[in-house]
């Protein structure tokens, strides 16, 4: 059973710091990762993909990848009350499906 | 783009009842993706389509569950009968097979079956 893990949270920062995100995956043969943000009763809206090792920043966001240690995470940089949502993390299976995480709750405090 | 179109967005019927959903999918996206999210369970993957095809249904909780996609533009998730326990945000996705793997959600459609 392939699997990908996040802690639910929530997690919980101050305005104008950084939110760090972990996920981890079980399947060593995955070669593409993606990070969703979903807000209350919102769907999913993906915000960064990576498929090499290393980092990829896009705006205020780095999606770090490394595959030797199952582990993908997202940076949100000078985090902002409008950063508050559920992230899910996913993974990419063989056949073109995703397999989510359940997600982390980020709150982001004025 | 009009993006993931998905009907009806909100559905409230009675135990038994026979519910069907819709989902029109980006226009040249070729595979096509039904998922439940609830509270317990997160995000779980039904059924998954590539061209029209159905390639993977396991995640179908029972044979109350079916789904069918008979054109490249039209998708439907029927549940016959319906339960309470099948109430929750039915997502619909969309994807460029052969691109990789990026998934465009549609706006859902929020079950509750009294």
């Known amino acids: 059973q392939k699997e990908v893990e996040q802690n639910s949270g929530p997690l919980s920062v101050p305005e104008g710091a950084i939110a760090s995100l972990n996920c981890t995956y079980s399947?060593?043969?995955?070669?593409?990762f993606f990070w969703y943000r979903q807000y209350s009763g919102k769907s999913p809206e993906l915000i960064m993909f990576i498929y090499s090792n290393g980092d990829k920043e896009d705006g205020r966001f780095t999606a770090q990848l490394n595959k030797a240690s199952q582990y993908v995470s997202l940076l949100i940089r000078d985090s902002q009350p409008s950063d508050s949502a559920t992230y899910l993390c996913?993974?990419?299976?063989?056949?073109?499906?995703?397999?989510f995480g359940k997600g982390t709750k980020l709150s982001v405090k004025p | 783009d009009a993006g993931v179109i998905q009907s009806p967005r909100h559905e409230v019927t009675e135990m038994g009842q026979e519910v069907t959903l819709r989902c029109k999918p980006i226009s040249g996206h070729n595979s096509l993706f039904w998922y439940r999210q609830t509270m317990m369970r997160g995000l779980e993957l039904l059924i998954y389509?590539?061209?029209?095809?159905?390639?993977?249904d396991s995640g179908m909780p029972e044979d109350r569950f079916s789904a069918k996609m008979p054109n490249a533009s039209f998708s439907t998730l029927k549940i016959q009968p319906s339960e309470p326990r099948d109430s929750a945000v039915y997502f619909c996705?969309?994807?460029?097979?052969?691109?990789?793997?990026?998934?465009?959600f549609g706006p859902g459609t929020r079950l509750t079956v009294l």
């Open positions: 996913a993974v990419g299976g063989s056949q073109g499906n995703l397999i």
């Open positions: 996705a969309s994807a460029l097979r052969g691109g990789l793997n990026e998934q465009f």
């Open positions: 399947d060593r043969g995955s070669q593409s």
């Open positions: 389509f590539n061209n029209n095809v159905p390639i993977d």
